[in-house]
């Protein structure tokens, strides 16, 4: 005999709703966000709308309710007060600290969301895998030297809060690789991949990171390379830039700014063949602060060659994953 009651609504698929109508909201609020006067008409304020959007938006990707195309590089105007509420609100969840990929720029009061596709994070991490294997070859070589014990000592970091001048606020980064000892405050080496859109960014980003940490961090790579959309409509073209400290004295006071070592190198050509001139090379001093490095005497400087085939063949791994979302 059937049941006279009707069954129970499942929470699930009401809560399923639920997202895909703030998905919805959240696509039509951020289209009018880009043209909000200094108050929305219900007499809320645009930071305090973002903020809200924001959270909508991290809350859609953590229960995949994202809607494709994904956009890689979401800027919100977020002043101070509500980015700290937002990031304070947002440590207790373990895929804000996990998964999240974001910028806060101080001095502009921009925060970025970003998004990585599955390409992108296997890049980072085969990039990341070929630099802990150089710095572990370099231990094996000399395990009971200085600088062999120096390499071995050497870790991955996560988000970087740099200060910025007022000294007050802090930026927060999360780059893609960030490498560096363990007693140091700030890594030495930090890794950017970067498309088109985030592309824009890397010398603000070289700024941000070089500057604000006082040159502590002592060298930034942005990777340029666009991986494939749905239809595969693609450039093979992939290139780097590098950013080094500069320290200039003016008036009696000294300052720190991102120069460009090296820009635009192109280690693939559009073709797809590796340009075997191209190489990216570190120093094992970059990996730590020149105060760091004092601690480990006599330390014995190193070069450490990342080869443009090593750069092409980390690339070729992940473009087996240009088309995966998840």
């Known amino acids: 005999m059937e049941s006279q009651h009707p069954e129970p609504a499942d929470n699930n698929d009401g809560h399923l709703r639920n997202f895909d109508e703030a998905c919805r909201q959240l696509a039509a609020a951020m289209i009018r966000l880009c043209d909000m006067p200094k108050t929305t008409p219900d007499g809320l304020e645009p930071e305090f709308a973002a903020s809200r959007l924001v959270s909508l938006e991290i809350e859609a990707r953590k229960h995949g309710q994202v809607a494709f195309p994904i956009q890689p590089w979401q800027v919100f105007h977020l002043g101070h007060i509500y980015f700290r509420s937002l990031d304070i609100h947002l440590q207790a969840d373990d895929h804000w600290t996990d998964e999240v990929r974001c910028d806060y720029f101080e001095s502009s009061q921009q925060f970025v969301l970003r998004w990585n596709s599955k390409a992108h994070e296997v890049l980072r991490t085969e990039l990341r895998s070929s630099l802990h294997a150089h710095l572990r070859s370099l231990h094996g070589h000399w395990p009971d030297t200085a600088a062999g014990r120096f390499a ?3 870790r991955y970091c996560g988000y970087v809060a740099v200060k910025s001048i007022s000294d007050i606020f802090s930026n927060r980064h999360d780059p893609d690789i960030a490498l560096g000892h363990p007693s140091a405050r700030y890594p030495g080496v930090i890794i950017e991949v970067a498309g088109s ?3 824009k960014a890397l010398e603000q980003l070289a700024n941000e990171y070089l500057c604000h940490s006082g040159g502590q961090i002592r060298v930034m790579v942005g990777i340029m390379t666009e991986f494939a959309d749905e239809k595969g409509n693609k450039s093979k073209k992939a290139t780097f830039s590098v950013w080094k400290p500069q320290s200039t004295t003016q008036d009696g006071k000294q300052s720190v700014h991102a ?4 820009s635009e190198v192109m280690f693939r050509n559009e073709d797809g063949v590796p340009n075997l001139d191209a190489e990216l090379r570190f120093s094992l001093s970059d990996f730590a602060a020149p105060a760091v490095i004092k601690r480990f005497d006599p330390f014995v400087d190193h070069t450490i060659p990342i080869t443009a085939a ?3 063949a980390c690339l ?11």
């Open 316 to 326: 070729k791994k992940a473009e087996k994953f240009e088309t995966t979302t998840d």
């Open 310 to 312: 090593e750069l092409c």
């Open 197 to 199: 859109e985030k592309g």
């Open 152 to 154: 071995q000592e050497i």
């Open 259 to 262: 120069a460009c070592t090296a």
